[in-house]
């Protein structure tokens, strides 16, 4: 994407100096996973914090007021991460705020569970299923599989089709098009489909 | 010596590194398009993982030695992964084998590293357990429904198995780097996670109707830089465009 769109070339941004965390939550809610384009980066909950900085905690040479937005990252390896964090950026310059900082934070690790309801429903409507149940995948990440007794196809959950609803569902592959999606198929309307993983 | 957590974070992040590297060769070549997108998609978290533990490395060494110094401008000698994540894809079944054995230790592994005194090593280590535990699952089913499968992919499992054995043991073994770093509180002692993982790989071999080996390996010395063979040509992949264009940039 370009920043210098030429409509925002016409209005040169001003800068809107210590927007509320609602106006900024609003703004990047606004900006979409490139990967899943109708979920945007707050509904997936991967901004973690927003903190306008002036004042003593600004690094030597920097201008006031600077916004950090904190984000944590989906996947290790998902190579959506550093896209996401350019088009943050972009989205808050064309609201004026020509100082943005995206840092990431690891911990607490990013789970499903923290998607709104909107953005399940968006998946939905886009074809993607939702996840099924809470990941309750430990946080802690102390916790081992028992890999000997979650093997079969009875031990998964159904996942509904995002199609028609049925629940008469299975599993394709574990991996699908993208690192947080599995492929499913419908046994009912025969639709193939992406589930977004618990995780 | 060096730092102990230097050389530690760069065998965490050489294991991972050099298994996505492997499985990644994959990438177009797998049995059924469904399988290739799993090893890829694996071998994307583990390079993800790679890259968070070999920039703590980097960060730790304090030579301002980045992720993408330490991942291409080393030699062979100067890395510190398991032989086995470097040994040769083989067959399907042998990449199967190779990344089960592995998946279950990464588990324990990467437990015990959640709970570190070092707050950056717990943080990174929990992110990659949930990563790790989808893995886990996907081999482990994998290798019961190759084990537990026709005659032909049950003695072809059994025959990866028993070749990949030997290189389990080093996993275990305790030396300077892995003391100085469970003193610490850093990271779990090696000796304590065989217990464990060998429960694990137990339960799992006895559902894919494997025979488990009865002796011991005896292969050892990834952890301090003594290689396979494997590794030169592997790095010789790896390392190319880097080597042949200094500070080319994608």
Known sequence: MNSALPSRAAHPPSVAVRASQEQLMGWLDQVMDPEVPVVSVVGLGIVREIRWHDGEDLPPGAKAPRLQVVVTPTYSGCPATEVIARSIREALQSHGIPDVEVTTRLSPAWTTDWMSPQAREALRAYSIAPPVGSAHAGIDGSQVVDIAGLLGAADRPAVPCPLCGSRRTRLLSQFGSTACKALYQCNSCLEPFDYFKPH | ?250
């Open chain 2, 1 to 250: 010596m060096t730092d102990p957590k230097f050389e530690y974070l760069l065998r965490l992040g050489d294991n991972a590194l050099v298994l996505s590297q492997q499985l990644g060769a994959w990438c177009g070549h797998g049995p059924a398009l469904e399988e290739d997108l799993a090893l890829t998609n694996v071998a994307l978290d583990l390079l993800g993982q790679a890259r968070m533990w070999l920039s703590y490395a980097g960060e730790v060494e304090g030579q301002g030695r980045d992720e993408d110094a330490l991942a291409y401008l080393r030699d062979g000698g100067a890395f510190r992964n398991l032989l086995l994540v470097e040994l040769p894809n083989g067959h399907y079944g042998d990449t199967v084998m190779r990344q089960f054995l592995f998946d279950a230790w990464h588990q324990h592994l990467l437990a015990g590293l959640g709970q570190s005194k070092d707050p950056r090593i717990a943080e990174i280590a929990q992110k990659a357990a949930k990563e790790v535990r989808y893995h886990v699952q996907r081999s482990a089913g994998l290798v019961i429904a190759l084990g537990d499968g026709t005659e032909l992919s049950h003695a072809r499992m059994q025959a990866s198995l028993e070749q990949l054995w030997p290189y389990t043991q080093e996993w275990f073994e305790s030396d300077p780097v892995d003391a100085a770093c469970a003193d610490q509180g850093l990271a779990p002692a090696a000796p304590t996670l065989a217990a464990p993982w060998r429960a694990s790989v137990e339960a799992v071999l006895a559902r894919a109707t494997l025979q488990m080996p009865t002796y011991v390996g005896h292969q050892r010395g990834g952890r301090q830089g003594v290689h396979t063979e494997h590794l030169g040509h592997l790095l010789a992949e790896l390392q190319f465009v880097q080597r042949a264009y200094p500070g080319a940039q994608w």
